[in-house]
């Protein structure tokens, strides 16, 4: 199979160093579709692996496709916080039913610099009481830093879980003014 895949969709990759760490990005002709987080080259592998599952097409390392090029300005200029939002095209075929009706309402609803509880979510998208379902869909989030789930807390005032880990939710949530910068 080429880097077309069975339904001519190509898959393109690049790796991105930030401030959070590596990041691996992924695009189609529908818009990003993928972030993964402490990219090296082991969870990179691991990564492009499923994304060709998934996707149907075997991703291509381009880190100058046009389709890659505004993510990533758009990505180093929110890490810089010189940026406070996306406006990129996502990709949400990796993510579907709740999960993606959850990512879509917080990637519609919770700005910068505010957060929001699993529970409060969860009652946005009327399924009260649905916390641990909402906590599912964050941890299936295939778009993080882009689909803030770094920004869903616990309603208790704990921070919750992070797929990327709990010092980079922390560190996303002091670049957004929430917590205080870690001392070090």
Known sequence: MD???QD?????????????GPLMLAAT??????????ATEGVRERALERLAARMGAQPVEDPRSPL????????EAYLAGARHDFDLPLDWSLISGFNRQVLRELASSVPYGTVVGYGDL?????????????????????????????????????????????ETKRKLLALEGVLPEPLF
């Open 3 to 5: 880097s077309h895949g």
């Open 8 to 20: 001519g969709q190509r898959v393109v990759w690049a790796v991105v160093d930030t401030r959070i």
């Open 29 to 38: 002709g529908e818009g990003l579709v993928n972030v993964v987080f402490h």
């Open 68 to 75: 890659l090029g505004e993510a990533i300005r758009q990505l």
């Open 122 to 166: 969860a009652g946005r998208v009327g399924q009260p009481g649905g916390a641990q379902a909402v906590g599912a869909a964050m941890g299936a989030n295939p778009l993080p830093v882009v689909v803030p789930c770094h920004r869903v807390v616990e309603s208790d005032g704990g921070i919750g879980g992070f797929g990327g880990g709990l």
